[in-house]
C-alpha cells in the first residue's frame, strides 16, 4: 500500500475538511476517532466510502517523496469578460484561493510514482468545483509539454463539476485545448491515465479525462455528462440507484477499473511501468 | 473589448438563433445540396435521427456533410430528439468524418443544437467518452475541415461536431458553454433572467469573432436566416466554399500543425513570475 508522506506544498495548508472533524461517517454512521479519516487516506475504515482528498494530499499519496516540484503555477486566472454576476469572478477566485490555499482549480507537478517520472496533474472539487477554466487548460497544456519533453507519463487525477462558467466560451474551448494536449503526449508514445474521483461530470467528464490510455475510478464516484438532476428534469427518467457511478461505468464499459485508493499507487505505477517498457510486476 | 451587447440584443440573437423556421441540416441539404447521398448508422449501435451526414457535391468539390437536425414541427422535432446527439450520434459522425479523410474528401459540419441529449441511456452508453473522441478525431482530421453553426451550438453537445480549421458561424446564431437560462438559473436563481445571461456570456457571433473563438460571421438576410432559406443557405454554402478553396492551398501536415496550434492557444490567462 502506498504510503502517506508530507510534501511541500505552494502556499499554505488548506484547513481540514468538515468531515475530517467529524465523529460519525457521513455513509455508515460508524463512529470515527478524530484523525482517523485523515490516517486512512480520507477512506472510512468500516465502509470504505472515499471521501475528497485535497489535492496536495492526492500528490503526497501518488508521488514519492522528495520528488514533487510544481509547475504551472505562473499561469492565474483573469477576467476575460468581466463577467456580470452577484459576486465579481475576481473575488470568486480569491475566495477559492483562500479557501483551499491553491491558486487554481489544476495542481500540477512533476514528481516520481515509484520511480517512474511522470507528469501529475490534479483537480480539486473544492476550488470553484474544480471547474475548467482558461488556467486549468493553460496548466494541463504545459505539463503535457514537459511530459513530451522530458519522457514522463502523464497522469491526471479528476473531480469537476464541469465549465467554468465565469469564463463562457473561453471555459467550453478547454475542452478542445486539453484533448488537443493529450495528442502531444500520445503522439509521443507516452502513457496517458486518468483517475476519475467523485464527481467528474460535464465537460470535463467529455474531454481530457475520457481520452486516456486507461481510465482508472475510485470507488463510489459519480460521472455523469448532463448530470443526474438535469437527466431526470429533462426526461421525466426515474434513475436507478447508483447510476453514473464507477461500478456502473465499469459494467457499461467506461472505464478499465475501480481502484480503492489505498491501493491506487501500486496499481498506477503497474499501468506506467509496463506501459513504459518495464513487466507488470515491481 | 468593445460596449458589452444589451440583455436585449443578445436575446434577440438567442430567439433567432432557436427559431423554429430557420433553415436546419435537411434544409441546406434541399436547397443546396441536390445530389446528396445520406448515409446511416453508426456501425455499433444505432442510427441516431439527430444527426443526419452523407456525401455531396459542392461546386466542383465532393464534400462529406454532416449536421444536427432539430426538425420544424413537432413531429419532426420528436423523430429528430430536437437535435440533441446521443453516443450514436457523434460516432455517426466520426465514421463519416473518417470516411470522408481516407478518401480525401472535405469535411463540413453544421451545427444547431441545444446539446447532447441527457437521458439515461446516452450516459451508459458513454456520452461524455463520445464527445470526447469526437473532439480528439476532428481535432486530427486529415482534410480541410469546415463547421458553421447555423443556429445554436449548445455546449459540449456542439462542440463535439466543431472543432475545425474553421469555425464559421451565422450572423444571428450562438455558442455557448450553458444556455442562458442554466446560466441564469445558477447566477440569479431565477431563469427569467436568461437576457441578461445571454449578454453576459457574449454568446452572439459578431462577440465571439470579437474576441477570436470563431474565424467568422456570415451575415443573414434582414428580418433572420427563416425569412429566406434560399438565400441564407446559398450564402453559407457560397462561405465555406470559399473557406475550403484557402484551406486546401495549405500542404495537409501544415494545416493539422496549424489546427493543433489554434486549440492550444484558445484561453485567457496571466503568467505571473513569481511562483
Ligand atoms: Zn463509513
Known sequence: MAKYVTIQVPRREPPPAPEAAGEQCKKCGASLEKGELERNLRVCPHCRHHYPLPSHERIALLADKSSVSFVGEEVQAVDPLEFVDLQPYPERLSKAQMQTGLSEALLAARCDVAGLPTALGVLDFQFLGGSMGSVVGERFHRLAQIAVDERRSMVIVAASGGARMQEALFSLMQMAKTVVAAQLVGRARLPYVTILTHPTTGGVFASFATVADIILAEPGALMSFSGPRIIEQTTREKLPPGFGSSESQLTHGQVDMVVDRREMKDRLAQIIRFLMGGGTRG | ?275
Not at chain 2, 20 to 41: A, K, V
Not at chain 2, 213 to 231: N, Q, R, Y
Not at chain 2, 245 to 270: D, N, Q, S, T, V
Open chain 2, 1 to 275: 473589448m468593445a460596449e458589452r451587447r444589451s440583455p436585449e440584443g443578445a436575446w434577440q440573437a438567442v430567439q433567432l438563433a432557436r427559431h423554429q423556421d430557420r433553415p436546419q441540416t435537411l434544409d441546406y441539404i434541399t436547397q443546396t445540396l441536390p445530389d446528396f447521398l445520406e448515409l446511416r448508422g453508426d456501425r455499433l449501435h444505432g442510427d441516431d435521427r439527430a444527426v443526419i451526414g452523407g456525401l455531396a457535391g459542392l461546386g466542383k468539390r465532393r464534400i462529406v456533410l454532416i449536421g444536427h437536425q432539430k426538425g420544424h414541427t413537432l413531429a419532426e422535432r420528436q423523430e429528430h430528439s430536437f437535435g440533441m446527439a446521443r453516443p450514436e450520434g457523434y460516432r455517426k459522425a466520426m465514421r463519416l468524418a473518417k470516411l470522408g479523410e481516407k478518401f480525401g474528401l472535405p469535411v463540413v459540419t453544421l451545427v444547431d443544437t441545444s446539446g447532447a441529449y441527457p437521458g439515461k441511456d446516452a450516459e451508459e452508453g458513454g456520452q461524455a467518452g463520445a464527445i470526447a473522441r469526437s473532439i480528439e478525431l476532428f481535432a486530427n482530421l486529415e482534410v480541410p475541415t469546415v463547421t458553421v453553426i447555423i443556429g445554436e451550438g449548445g455546449s459540449g453537445g456542439a462542440l463535439a461536431m466543431a472543432v475545425a480549421d474553421r469555425v464559421l458561424m451565422l450572423e444571428n446564431s450562438i455558442f455557448s458553454v450553458i444556455s442562458p437560462e442554466g446560466c441564469a438559473a445558477l447566477v440569479w436563481r431565477d431563469a427569467a433572467e436568461a437576457p441578461r445571461a445571454a449578454a453576459a456570456l457574449r454568446l452572439v457571433a459578431a462577440d465571439l469573432l470579437e474576441i477570436g473563438l470563431i474565424d467568422a460571421v456570415i451575415p443573414e438576410p434582414p428580418g433572420g436566416a427563416h425569412t429566406d432559406h434560399l438565400a441564407t443557405t446559398r450564402r453559407v454554402m457560397h462561405e465555406v466554399q470559399l473557406t475550403l478553396g484557402e484551406l486546401e492551398r495549405i500542404e495537409p501536415a501544415e494545416r493539422l500543425r496549424l489546427r493543433y496550434e489554434k486549440y492550444l492557444r484558445m484561453g485567457r490567462y496571466a503568467v505571473t513570475n513569481s511562483k
